[in-house]
């Protein structure tokens, strides 16, 4: 986790569900969530309205 909160980026999707998993959380509502932020971040509209419709 230090490595995402210092250097930036987002979970890879195993970490994703791992982390899901910890914390009870719903590991798709995780996915979606880390999809939506790379969209974000690679400034990629087309893929920030996909994951918009998935998101809780």
């Known amino acids: ?9 987002t979970l890879d999707d195993s970490v994703a569900v791992e982390v899901a998993e910890l914390l009870e959380l719903d590991p ?9 932020e790379r969209a974000h971040n690679q400034h ?11 998101a809780a």
């Open 1 to 9: 986790m230090t490595r995402y909160r210092k250097h930036g980026g």
């Open 28 to 36: 798709f509502q995780v996915l979606v969530s880390v999809h939506l």
């Open 44 to 54: 990629n509209q087309k893929l920030v309205n996909v994951w918009q419709q998935y």
